[in-house]
Every structure is written in C-alpha cells, then in structure tokens.
Nanobody
C-alpha cells in the first residue's frame, strides 16, 4: 500500500505561518520528486512548488513566490511546505504529490503518480 498523508493544516491568522507535513508510507521518498498543490472551492487545482531528487526546487505560482518553501527529510520520509506571510487568498486544501520521475518537476497534476488526501488551511481573523 502506497500512501501520502498531509498534516499541519488548520486556522491561521493573516500574516501567520504554517508548516505542512507530508509523510509517505509503503515506499521511500528518497528517489522521487515531490510537489505541493492547492485547490480552493470552485477553482482549478494549482501547482505551487516542487523539489526534485537533486534538491532543486521550482516555484510555479507567482502568488506564493518568496513566501512558500519546500524541503525534504529523507530520514523521516517526509516533505514539508513552509508557508509564511499567509493571506486569506491562501485558503485552500493543500495536497502533496509524488512523481516517480525523480528529476522532473511540474505544476501539472497529471504528471504525478501518488497523491495525499489533503489538509485544509484557512487563513482568517
């Protein structure tokens, strides 16, 4: 069984910070690319940021550049999304996804092979 589980979401005030976690079970994250996506109700899924096996990260959404950072801890089989200076527009369900092409990063969902079920982040006062 291959599974990705996101956690760390919840209610946060504008300007605050949250770190989301994505823990893999049934396989290792050592040799894959990992991306973070988000989707708000009534809106298309949006690719945010991706990290390849080489450690190179790529930002895709202008709205989060400079505020969101991706990292990985292979020993814990976990990837993280650090989100700073949060805005109400960041409210969405956040998903992590794995691409078995370890050297490829993409903002397109069909490129990814495994998905978590998402964690809700709500930015509001």
């Amino acid at each position: 069984q291959l599974q990705l589980v996101e956690s760390g979401g919840g209610l946060v005030q504008p300007g605050g910070s949250v770190r989301l976690s994505c823990v893999a079970s049934g396989f290792t994250l050592d040799y894959v690319s990992i991306g973070w996506f988000r989707q708000a109700p009534g809106k298309e899924r949006e690719g945010l940021i991706c990290i390849s096996v080489s450690g190179t990260s790529t930002n895709y959404a202008n709205s989060v550049k400079g505020r969101f950072t991706i990292s990985r801890d292979n020993a814990k089989n976990t990837v993280y999304l650090q989100m700073n200076s949060l805005k109400p527009e960041d409210t969405a369900i956040y998903y992590c996804a794995v691409d078995r092409d370890a050297y490829h990063c993409s903002a397109y969902g069909p490129e990814y092979d495994y998905w978590g079920q998402g964690t809700q982040v709500t930015v509001s006062s």
